[in-house]
């Protein structure tokens, strides 16, 4: 079947700056994959991007830090997550303050400076493990954000400390919590989510968390995980609600998507491709108009096709992701050195430049 062309009103709307309709956004996804790149790239490349002295656009960042999973217990028991464990499982953990000063320590000596913090729901942890493990950081790692607790697991310390949300963010800012990832977003539809995660928090629970965060002057990232049991009407209405709550508080600092990764999971679904994934990462670069950067995301993709999310949209390569555990229980499992990720981008034309989690430039 030959694709349509892109629609000369949609595409003028694009190239003109403005803002597309979630019909137009249905309409682009028909769009052949080249057209619809190039949208995205002129995008990317119209969006107002940070001076970086001069070079704007011509850089492309990237963040030296390290995944540390406190916890692998959890109640939750997605359907598509191959990492968690219960109480009863004998590799089941809950992390030492030695095991992660140990893990931070290896982090600075790369030149890394934050720390993705997140765990399972773990049904007994108190309140006083997290206060006194982020201010365990904070004393002895002063120069290390902490990125840390996705909007699942803030409903989750809402329900077993008893406090309010917003409650429970303003304890653990003022304990040394630096930003909030947007894990745990995967397409916030309550449809889709239902089948796919019923245990975890909704929709409109997770947009909350970040709005309360955002409040407090915590930003935050936005994710989405497709590629199972939704349709392309459910991952448009996704970014909606996202451009939306960005419209409100102007606190997401970028967008990060990804396929879902089926090995040793238990939902039953057939994955897509690169293709798709380029395709859904350049839809919503042109859609999320007030999102100031989207990632690539190589993790799940690989090397090649990070550096071709460089020419659909994407201005970030990510993260060096010195440790990561979650995807790769999942069967996808690949690393790059700062070298490497230099390199990559180098070779798209771009500067390569280490950036903060706020994507001030490090060098």
Request: proline share 4%; net charge negative.
């Amino acid at each position: 079947m030959i694709q349509p062309l892109v629609n000369v009103d949609i595409k003028s709307k694009v190239l003109a700056g403005e803002r597309i309709t979630p019909e137009d956004a249905i309409a682009l996804s028909h769009a052949p994959l080249h057209e619809l790149g190039a949208l995205a790239d002129a995008r990317r490349h119209a969006i107002k991007a940070p001076a970086y002295d001069g070079k704007g656009n011509q850089v492309v960042t990237y963040i030296v830090d390290r995944n540390i999973n406190y916890t692998n217990v959890c109640n939750v028991y997605c359907k598509f997550c191959a990492f968690y464990r219960t109480e009863k499982d004998a590799d089941h953990y809950v992390i030492t303050h030695e095991q992660l000063s140990e893990k931070i320590r290896e982090l600075e000596a790369i030149g890394g400076t934050q720390v993705l913090l997140q765990g399972g729901h773990h049904p007994k942890l108190t309140i006083d493990f997290y206060i006194d493990m982020l201010s365990y950081i904070k004393s002895h790692h002063p120069t290390i954000n902490v990125h840390g607790f996705s909007p699942p697991e803030f409903n989750h310390f809402s329900k077993v400390f008893n406090m309010p949300i917003a409650e429970v963010i303003r304890r653990f800012r003022e304990a040394g919590l630096g930003s909030i990832p947007g894990g745990g977003g995967e397409i916030l539809v309550d449809r889709v989510r239902d089948r796919i995660a019923p245990l975890k928090c909704k929709s409109d629970d997770w947009l909350e968390v970040m709005r309360q965060a955002h409040l407090q002057g915590l930003n935050s990232s936005a994710t989405m995980m497709f590629g199972h049991v939704e349709t392309m009407e459910d991952r448009i209405e996704h970014l909606t609600r996202l451009r939306n709550l960005q419209d409100e508080t102007h606190g997401f600092t970028a967008f990060i998507c990804w396929t879902f990764q089926p090995e040793n999971t238990a939902l039953k679904a057939t994955p897509v491709g690169s293709h798709e994934y380029l395709r859904m990462q350049a839809l919503a670069r042109i859609f999320l108009d007030n999102f100031p950067n989207v990632q690539a995301s190589w993790v799940t993709q690989g090397p090649k096709i990070g550096q071709l999310a460089l020419q659909f949209g994407a201005n970030d390569f990510g993260s060096v992701m010195m440790e990561e555990n979650v995807v790769s229980s999942a069967g996808t499992a690949f690393h790059l050195t700062v070298a490497e990720i230099k390199r990559l981008i180098g070779e798209m034309g771009y500067e390569a430049h280490q950036r903060n989690n706020w994507y001030k430039l490090l060098n």
